[in-house]
């Protein structure tokens, strides 16, 4: 599966952002454990996911994946 991200840092943390608007991302736990790898994966402290939101009066959901 291809996934179209945005890898950014700050205050020493990295983070792997994957927009779920715009694409369809359905990822196990083992294959977010895998991007967060930094020895095989893209690497990072911390996924970031966007989605289309789960309520009418809300832009977006917002979910957040520790390594």
Known sequence: ????????HGLGNDFVVLDGIRQ???????????????NFGIGCDQILLVEKPSQ??????YRIFNA
């Not at 599966?1 to 950014?8: E, H, I, N, V």
């Not at 009418?56 to 959901?61: A, S």
């Open 24 to 38: 369809q991302v359905s990822l196990t736990p083992a294959q977010l454990r895998f991007l967060a790898d930094r």
């Open 56 to 61: 009418p009066d809300v832009d977006f959901r």
């Open 1 to 8: 599966m291809k996934l179209k991200f945005s890898k950014m």
